[in-house]
């Protein structure tokens, strides 16, 4: 009984260690070379980023595709909530042709502002860039703020090319969206694997 026990106990240490040598492959595939200036450079591109992408998606907001309704020459001003669907001096006119779409839009649109404020306010924040948890939170926030400023492109240009022209480029609209969910799935996957092995390898490190 001894004898088994003891084969047992090795079979298990073998699992145990094959299972080891699988995460520090990973690890060290996943790892980033030269993390110093890595970490350096992100550090700059990402706060570049976050403040170009903040302005944008501001802007876009206060200046929305299609314009909006100019005052009258005599500027005087009068605006009731009508329902005739005539909108107000200083309101977006496409709001009223396109209202669902609009409606999309601002959504797309705010989502990408907020996500590049965060950004932007972790950048600042002093925490540090070499915490594996925090420079994943980093990547998974441009990854929001890169999908939502691509939404709002799309929707964007939706509403403001004429039909038969939209129409004829639609196709190629449709496979730079796929395109960019496929990068977009393989870039969270890599992001959500380093995360993993940076746990496991905690854990690891801990029982010892």
């Not at 003891?6 to 699988?22: A, Q, S, Y």
């Not at 907020?114 to 998974?140: D, E, H, K, Q, Y």
């Not at 129409?167 to 993993?196: D, P, Q, S």
């Amino acid at each position: 009984m001894q004898d088994i026990s003891v084969t047992m106990d090795e079979k298990l240490k073998e699992e145990k260690k094959w299972w080891k040598k699988g995460i520090e492959k990973m690890a060290n595939w996943l790892a980033i070379k030269n993390k110093d200036d890595w970490l350096k450079d992100m550090r700059g591109n990402l706060s570049l980023a976050a403040t170009i992408i903040t302005t944008i998606t501001f802007q876009t907001a206060i200046n929305p595709p299609g314009g909006v309704r100019p005052a009258t020459e005599s500027g005087y001003v009068e605006c009731t909530k009508n329902l005739n669907g005539n909108p107000c001096p200083g309101e977006s006119v496409i709001a009223v042709v396109y209202p669902d779409a609009y409606v999309k839009f601002l959504l797309s649109n705010t989502i990408c502002f907020v996500s590049s404020l965060a950004m932007c306010l972790l950048l600042v924040s002093g925490f540090p860039l070499n915490n594996r948890f925090f420079t994943w939170l980093l990547s998974i926030c441009m990854c929001i703020t890169m999908t939502s400023l691509t939404v709002t492109y799309m929707l964007g240009a939706d509403m403001v090319t004429p039909y038969p022209v939209w129409h004829t480029t639609k196709t190629i609209f449709y496979n730079v969206i796929y395109i960019w969910l496929a990068l977009l799935g393989l870039v969270t996957l890599v992001l959500c694997l380093r995360l993993f092995v940076w746990i496991v390898t905690k854990c690891f490190d801990k029982r010892k």
